[in-house]
């Protein structure tokens, strides 16, 4: 029976590569362990190796293929003893129960119930949705009037992941500044864990790119004493769940210096990272920290959605004297987006942007919460019902008169996250809201947030766990009275 | 008394009978000398903190000064020999024992204790307290309340000297009880990993509290601790100045000269309770007044400028005088310099980002 070769999913965010080479030509009779392929990503480079003993009947997808999904067939096996013609021209469809067993679905589901998994997200405007990554860049230079943006119009638009907008603030940053160097797990020689870091090594050398061992809380307080003395350390976390380890420092060592030295001793430092669920990683490795940090005064806290914001804003975070916290997001990273070619493009922190205007009802998010919200604004005025999406960008200190302006306009609000519903993000909006906008509310705020359970493996179990679009489009309909 | 303070007692004295069993602490056969200015020198830097901390723990008992204040009585020769072998420009940084490392940095006893008493001259502007001062000025790095905490961050004061090469080294200070963190073992790593110049500064009073090194430690050879590190270290006598500072150099000139990072155990004492409100039931009347009357730090320099160096005792008590007259104004200044301002509330949170 034929087997198909399925495009592997190097990590469990990974949702196409590139098949770089085939190591065995059609004919080859190949066995378990012979490597059949060259995969790449973004961030790394692995090989396919056969499972089963075979003939390689027949190559699907060609080498130097970009932007091959995952588990789309590349290949089939003929086995011992099958006509290789007959298995050729037999394989490479979808099984309904194939020999090859399907791995799980390893992009994470963003889609409302019901939508087209497969469909790429067409970006009604360029910084509407993030660009499928195999999409050609549909770029628009006029930046919609209404909405407020960060750089002069006209300005030109550069397609770029989140995670390439990230080692170019970094990069950039660290031309301008040699006491600005990057510390922690892997980001030297193996080019960052998510490859935030790639090339960083290369271009400053080991002493501005410093590999730690496994030792978070070492070597977050390490970095918070250099900053001290005035260097602007970039600490990352390989995820922000292993800060976990290190959150004395970030808290009781760097974000209260200033104040119990009476403004003599700050501490000019970022801690970045990925926050919060990636897929399939488990409750230890999904913990969205956003409401932690948030609450804690002498820290800045930034989360941003889009590779421009991503880049603009951790430039700032770099350039600002006190503790960043810098909230990143394992899915987004790969996910592109316009970000305007300038010298220098920094996003001030603590300003929310007006994403998409409308007049109906106010969505407030922030980073993958951002893929909920506008996606359930492009649902909602299907039905007629036009919501304004803000992107809170800064969670500390968060700028309330954008949500309070727009709550004033609107009359409803709902708030997305992925963090736990109690004492969350959203709670703390509620909370603005009841004080700054009481007489304009016409609807009790909702809140459309994680679910509150430790996030459970399972695949369905982990997207029940964590928002959908279709609970904001019901959220948002339900404050609207419809 | 209880059984587990009996229990307590037991093993102090098995520690105690350990240590002096142990050759490493037998006093040296050539024991360095100190030259007259040096003693006087160290004298006068001693008693400033001793008297200091006196002061501070008269003014804590009528109620001026405030929350925790842990007094470095007994252990002065420690912070003032090592003071002695750095240089300007090192760094000091502790924990929550802290006002003799200030004193001995060249801060203001005034700004020190305005800050004990809470009030706008003090270091921190009255919002730090007794365990968070700093003073860029004079390289000292606080002054911090978690225990251990201040081992990673003064490693990372000597990863700051490395990356610029300024030739500076890091003090680190620690007592028994934070060297059983599991941080100090991430730092040490990471500090001879790196070569950084850091001397460690275990300062062994014997309790962490109200707990004796021996309860608390598998290995109660402290300067050991960084045997598998391979980190130099060595056990010093921290009542005798003179051995403070001998070792200091040491351990400086190596961390200096790119070897890395040196671990000093200072064997030390301190009088007082861990804080003021420990009545110290831990440990016998007897064992303090002996290391009291024995090995005093400041006795056996006084002795020893009266003895050997010939120094009349009426310039001593000119030289008690003075202190207590910087001591006496450092109080003055404390109980009558204004609280902060109400509107200081709301200030050092954030530094303005420059555009």
Redo the contacts between chains.
């Keep these: 029976m034929a087997t198909d070769i399925l495009m592997p999913a190097l990590s469990p965010t990974m949702e196409e590569g590139k098949l770089a080479k085939w190591l065995k030509k059609e004919g080859d009779a190949v066995k378990s362990g012979d490597v059949l392929a060259e995969i790449e990503t973004d961030k790394a480079t692995m090989e396919v190796e056969a499972i089963d003993e075979g003939i390689l009947a027949k190559i699907l997808v060609e080498e130097g293929a970009e932007g091959v999904k995952v588990n789309t067939p590349i290949a089939i096996i003929a086995a011992e003893g099958e006509d290789v013609a007959a298995a050729a021209s037999g394989g490479g469809k979808p099984k309904a129960n194939g020999a090859a067993a399907e791995p799980p679905a390893p992009t994470p589901d963003m889609q409302a119930e019901g939508q087209a998994a497969q469909s790429a997200p067409t970006a009604k405007t360029a910084d509407d949705t993030p660009n499928a990554p195999a999409a050609p860049a549909v770029i628009t230079t006029k930046a919609r009037a209404e909405v407020m943006e960060d750089y002069p119009a006209g300005t030109e638009m550069v397609t770029t992941s989140v995670r390439e907008a990230l080692r170019d603030a970094m990069a950039e940053e660290m031309r301008k500044d040699d006491d600005v160097?990057v510390i922690g797990e892997e980001v030297a020689e193996y080019q960052g864990a998510y490859k935030i870091t790639q090339g960083l090594l290369q271009e400053f050398g080991a002493?501005r790119v410093v590999d730690?061992?496994i030792?978070e809380?070492?070597?977050?307080?390490?970095?918070?004493?250099?900053?001290?003395?005035?260097?602007k350390p970039i600490v990352e976390f390989m995820t922000f769940n292993f800060a976990m380890q290190a959150i004395?420092?970030i808290i009781?060592?760097a974000a209260k210096?200033?104040?119990?030295?009476?403004?003599?001793?700050?501490c000019p430092i970022v801690f970045r990272g990925p926050n919060g669920a990636a897929a399939r990683v488990g409750a230890q490795h999904s913990h969205d920290y956003s409401a932690w940090y948030s609450n804690v005064?002498?820290l800045?806290v930034v989360a941003p959605y889009t590779a421009a914001d991503a880049k603009g804003l951790l430039k700032?975070a770099i350039?600002?004297?006190?503790p960043v916290i810098f909230l990143e997001n394992e899915i987004l990273y790969g996910q592109t987006f316009p970000v305007p070619k300038l010298d220098d493009f920094v996003v001030p922190?603590g300003k929310a942007k007006v994403h998409r205007t409308g007049k109906d009802v106010t969505i407030v998010s922030f980073s993958i919460g951002m893929t909920y919200a506008l996606k359930a604004a492009q649902a909602l005025a299907e039905q007629g019902i036009e919501a304004e999406v803000i992107d809170l960008r800064t969670l500390r200190p968060m700028d309330t008169a954008t949500v309070v302006e727009s709550v004033k306009k609107t009359g409803r609000c709902v708030t997305v996250e992925e963090g736990f519903p109690q004492s969350g993000i959203g709670a703390e909006i509620v909370a603005r809201l009841m004080v700054d906008a009481f007489d304009y509310l016409d609807a009790p705020v909702l809140r459309v947030t994680g679910k509150d359970v430790p996030m459970p493996y399972a695949a369905n179990l982990e997207k029940l766990a964590l928002p959908n679009v279709a609970e904001v489009v019901e959220a948002a309909k339900a404050v609207c009275y419809r | 008394m209880d059984a587990a303070n009996e229990a307590g007692h037991a093993t102090a004295e098995a520690a105690k009978a350990m240590r002096e069993s142990d050759p490493g602490h037998a006093p040296a056969p050539n024991t360095p000398q100190f030259t007259k200015d040096e003693d006087l020198h160290a004298y006068h830097e001693m008693l400033l903190i001793r008297r200091f901390e006196e002061k501070a723990g008269q003014l804590y008992g009528m109620g001026l000064i405030g929350g925790f204040c842990h007094l470095y009585i007994g252990q002065e020769a420690v912070v003032i020999g090592m003071q002695m072998a750095s240089v300007e420009g090192d760094q000091v940084i502790t924990g929550y024992r802290d006002h003799g490392h200030m004193l001995a940095c060249g801060m203001d006893p005034k700004g020190v204790m305005a800050e004990l008493t809470g009030r706008r001259g003090g270091y921190s502007r009255g919002k730090g307290g007794s365990m968070h001062m700093f003073s860029r000025e004079k390289q000292f790095f606080g002054g911090h309340g978690i225990v251990g905490a201040q081992v990673s961050l003064g490693t990372g004061l000597g990863f700051a000297d490395a990356y610029r090469k300024n030739g500076q080294v890091s003090m680190t200070y620690m007592g028994d009880g934070a060297a059983n963190q599991g941080q100090v073992y991430e730092s040490f790593n990471m500090a001879q990993l790196w070569k950084l110049p850091v001397v460690y500064v275990i300062e062994n009073n014997r309790y962490a509290m109200g707990t004796s090194v021996a309860r608390a430690s598998a290995q109660t050879d402290f300067s050991k601790r960084g045997i598998s590190f391979g980190i130099p270290g060595e056990q010093v006598d921290g009542m005798d100045v003179r051995t403070v500072r001998e070792a200091a150099a040491r351990a400086i000139a190596h961390a200096r000269s790119g070897e890395g990072p040196y671990i000093l155990e200072m064997q030390t004492y301190r009088y007082r309770g861990h804080s003021m409100s420990d009545p110290a039931k831990y440990r016998s009347k007897d064992e303090v007044s002996k290391m009291r009357d024995e090995h005093d730090p400041i006795e056996m320099v006084r002795k020893r400028l009266i003895e050997a160096h010939g120094v009349p005792e009426a310039e001593l008590k000119a030289t008690d005088a003075k202190v207590r007259e910087v001591v006496n104004e450092s109080a003055e200044f404390a109980t009558h310099d204004p609280e902060p301002d109400p509107s200081e509330l709301w200030t050092d949170i954030l530094l303005e980002a420059r555009a």
């Design positions: 160097f002493r730690t061992p030792t809380h070492g070597f977050a307080g390490i970095a918070v004493g250099a900053a001290y003395t005035g260097l004395d420092h009781n060592s210096t200033l104040y119990m030295s009476g403004g003599q001793l700050g005064p002498g800045k700032a350039r600002d004297p006190n922190i």
